[in-house]
């Protein structure tokens, strides 16, 4: 069966999942995003500016992919305008599923979105906006809104180095030490459960031992980044996604000092990464009929 759609302007925001301890399970909505707009056409069709203008379009687009999955067919014209950076864990992936999902009028674009992705947390963030907890349950994806203080902002460093999440994921222990997951997963409830006031998060509960130790050797600048991150006035920090950007958590009202003191601390060392303060997205997916 195949479905037409009609004219429309999906704006879907990027995320950071994992947020150190929270492997695979927490992500929160950024305010960088990609926008889609649709229309039927005889083919498929796709122009992209910004982030993936140099992607080719071939039967590996995952536009095209998501279109014929959702729809039965390819016969619409997409546009792409998108100001998130690939292969630098910040869910540009799942942002594109996600709105793709939504532009072809898909009851269900998340689950869409996860047949893709393999895994709900940025495509959860991206769609609902906000933060989330979410999980794969016998099939199906299982997802909470998670309260995030609104003086909380993030403060991102996005080096020029692309981590492909395949070879990151490929990294990964096929087992832990129990001492290391109970860990985990103490730290991972606190920051949860912490969100919601800035005021009692504290730096442990962004400490995660069991991916980033693992991938830190595809990105050795990593801990060094984060170290900076903290003496610059950030709670906590960790990798955001499986990187390379690297996510600092601050108070609204310290983050353009720490903005500086982290650019300062680069100057130091000779190197020059993209670095800026990002809010939350709480929005979510948003559609805007033509």
């Given at each position: 069966?195949?479905?037409?759609?009609?004219?429309?302007?999906?704006?879907?925001?990027?995320?950071?999942?994992n947020?150190?301890?929270?492997f695979?399970?927490?992500?929160?909505?950024?305010?960088?995003f990609?926008?889609?707009?649709?229309?039927?056409?005889?083919?498929?069709?796709?122009?992209?500016?910004?982030?993936?203008?140099?992607?080719?379009?071939?039967?590996?687009?995952?536009?095209?992919?998501?279109?014929?999955?959702?729809?039965?067919?390819?016969n619409?014209?997409?546009?792409?305008?998108?100001?998130?950076?690939?292969?630098?864990?910040?869910?540009?992936?799942?942002?594109?599923?996600?709105?793709?999902?939504?532009?072809?009028?898909?009851?269900?674009?998340?689950?869409?979105?996860?047949?893709?992705?393999?895994?709900?947390?940025?495509?959860?963030?991206?769609?609902?906006?906000?933060?989330?907890?979410?999980?794969?349950?016998?099939?199906?994806?299982?997802?909470?809104?998670?309260?995030?203080?609104?003086?909380?902002?993030?403060?991102?460093?996005?080096?020029?180095?692309?981590?492909?999440?395949?070879?990151?994921?490929?990294?990964?222990?096929?087992?832990?030490?129990?001492?290391?997951?109970?860990?985990?997963?103490?730290?991972?409830?606190?920051?949860?459960?912490?969100?919601?006031?800035?005021?009692?998060i504290?730096?442990?509960?962004?400490?995660?031992?069991?991916?980033?130790?693992?991938?830190?050797?595809?990105?050795?600048?990593?801990?060094?980044?984060?170290?900076?991150?903290?003496?610059?006035?950030?709670?906590?920090?960790?990798?955001?996604?499986?990187?390379?950007?690297?996510?600092?958590f601050?108070?609204?009202?310290?983050?353009?000092?720490?903005?500086?003191?982290?650019?300062?601390?680069?100057?130091?060392?000779?190197?020059?990464?993209?670095?800026?303060?990002?809010?939350?997205?709480?929005?979510?997916?948003?559609?805007?009929?033509?």
């Amino acid at each position: 069966m195949t479905k037409e759609v009609s004219a429309k302007t999906v704006r879907t925001p990027a995320s950071t999942a994992n947020l150190g301890p929270g492997f695979d399970t927490l992500a929160i909505a950024l305010d960088r995003f990609i926008e889609v707009d649709v229309e039927v056409s005889s083919s498929f069709e796709v122009t992209s500016s910004g982030y993936g203008a140099g992607v080719p379009v071939d039967d590996n687009h995952l536009a095209l992919q998501v279109c014929k999955f959702v729809l039965g067919h390819s016969n619409v014209a997409l546009s792409i305008r998108s100001d998130i950076p690939l292969a630098r864990g910040m869910g540009s992936s799942a942002a594109l599923a996600v709105a793709v999902a939504v532009a072809c009028e898909s009851d269900d674009p998340l689950s869409v979105a996860v047949h893709f992705e393999g895994h709900p947390e940025n495509a959860a963030a991206s769609l609902y906006g906000g933060a989330v907890a979410a999980a794969s349950v016998e099939g199906r994806s299982v997802v909470r809104g998670i309260e995030v203080d609104s003086e909380l902002v993030s403060v991102l460093v996005i080096p020029e180095n692309e981590l492909p999440t395949h070879k990151l994921r490929a990294a990964l222990p096929k087992s832990v030490l129990r001492i290391d997951a109970i860990e985990n997963l103490s730290n991972s409830l606190m920051l949860a459960l912490s969100l919601k006031d800035a005021s009692t998060i504290e730096r442990f509960m962004f400490k995660d031992n069991i991916h980033q130790r693992y991938r830190s050797q595809f990105f050795t600048e990593s801990d060094t980044i984060m170290d900076e991150l903290i003496r610059s006035g950030c709670i906590g920090a960790a990798w955001s996604g499986a990187g390379s950007t690297m996510i600092g958590f601050s108070t609204r009202s310290h983050a353009k000092q720490v903005l500086s003191k982290v650019k300062r601390f680069q100057e130091d060392r000779g190197v020059f990464h993209q670095v800026e303060v990002v809010e939350f997205n709480r929005t979510g997916t948003v559609v805007q009929l033509a």
